[in-house]
């Protein structure tokens, strides 16, 4: 057996083929010798070289223009896997040169635990802001009732002024405040609920002086109307709120029928008289008007125009159909239903032009066939 047998046989086995690995030894065999003999076993042909395409990228990522095509490079192909690789690393540097050329700033995503460290902060926050509120708070609740039973705000003045129909006394005696009651524990609601026992009493508005006043305001109720009820001519004020407010007290004159001074009455005050009401009525004081008659007469006064609406001082209403309107120049208007009322009053509105001085009576229950009397006038 020769030498060289002899070395093969004692040689340890042949190892696996490794790319890299031999490509080194074939690189450094080549530098040494100056020629390359291609390892059988590989089976590997040469290809030619053919110059890759330029890569279509956005806008945003694209690299700067080159002077001179990219010079090719001979020699042996690298495996696919290195490069992909090397590809994406010069794509994505290139991307990254180019956008910093455009004057935009390349978007890094933050590592998780940063994430997580920037909510923790958020939330921290949040927790300290809404723990100093709710110790405000509640230091405001114990400074405030602290205060509310001590004689620092302790009340020492009441300012209630009378008004046309409620006095001094039934003030006192609906009003009554504690004299140990402060500014920051007086019950207000208490004290609007006393005083709108009084029917007169429309609303409440208090006012609190620091340090030891109480300004109590009371609006009273404006009359809406006089009423009549019944035969015997029961007199009730109605509010402008539309509430019962009390039975009224007419003054008559010798030998004057009710009818007359209420009327008198109504107009001295500014306010209309409703009478010819039936006797079923039951007003109770403080009550909404929930008659569906006066409630009529209500909507009547309220559509017509102020023109005509400022010439009625009284309203006779014996039926719902059957309403009428005394007007201040003497002449009375059948008027029948709370209805077409804008067509109504154009038709009385026509009818006293044409006829100036002379009407004493219209009926326009049906507008569309209105009728009226008159007086010549020489």
Not at 215 to 220: D, F, L, P, R
């Amino acid at each position: 057996m020769s030498s060289n047998q002899k070395s093969r046989s004692s040689a340890s086995p042949r190892r696996p083929y490794n790319p890299k690995k031999d490509k080194t030894a074939q690189k450094n065999a080549t530098q040494k010798s100056g020629f390359f003999t291609r390892r059988k076993d590989t089976k590997r042909k040469e290809k030619p070289f053919k110059e890759k395409a330029p890569k279509v990228t956005p806008v945003s990522m694209a690299a700067p223009p080159q002077s001179s095509a990219p010079k090719p490079k001979l020699g042996f192909r690298k495996s696919s896997d290195t490069q992909d690789r090397q590809s994406k690393k010069k794509f994505f540097k290139r991307g990254s040169k180019a956008s910093q050329a455009a004057g935009k700033k390349d978007v890094q995503r933050p590592a998780a635990h940063k994430v997580a460290a920037d909510a923790r902060k958020r939330k921290n926050k949040w927790l300290i802001a809404l723990f100093s509120v709710v110790g405000l708070v509640a230091l405001g609740l114990i400074v405030y009732l602290v205060l509310s039973y001590t004689s620092t705000f302790k009340i020492q003045n009441v300012q209630v002024e009378p008004t046309e129909h409620i006095t001094q006394e039934e003030i006192d005696k609906f009003v009554v405040i504690d004299p140990e009651a402060t500014l920051l524990n007086v019950d207000t609601v208490k004290i609007v609920e006393e005083l709108k026992n009084n029917p007169w009493v429309e609303s409440v508005d208090i006012h609190k002086q620091y340090p030891d006043t109480l300004n109590i305001q009371i609006n009273e109720r404006k009359i809406f109307a006089l009423t009549l009820i019944g035969p015997e001519n029961a007199a009730w004020f109605i509010g402008q709120d539309f509430h019962w407010i009390e039975p009224a007290k007419i003054e008559t004159k010798k030998d004057e029928p009710i009818r007359e001074a209420a009327l008198r009455m109504a107009k001295d005050n500014a306010y209309y008289l409703v009478y010819d009401l039936a006797g079923e009525i039951n007003p109770e004081p403080g009550a909404l008007v929930d008659i569906p008659i006066l409630q009529d007469v209500k909507k009547i006064s309220t559509d017509l125009s102020e023109t005509l609406r400022s010439q009625i001082l009284a309203f006779s209403a014996p039926a719902r159909d059957s309403i009428s309107l005394r007007l201040s120049n003497g002449i009375e208007v059948a008027f029948g239903a709370a209805d077409d009322i804008a067509n109504k009053e154009k038709v009385i509105n026509a009818i006293l032009e044409q006829h100036p001085n002379q009407v004493t009576y219209i009926n326009v229950r049906n507008p569309e066939k209105p009728t009226y009397r008159k007086i010549d006038v020489k």
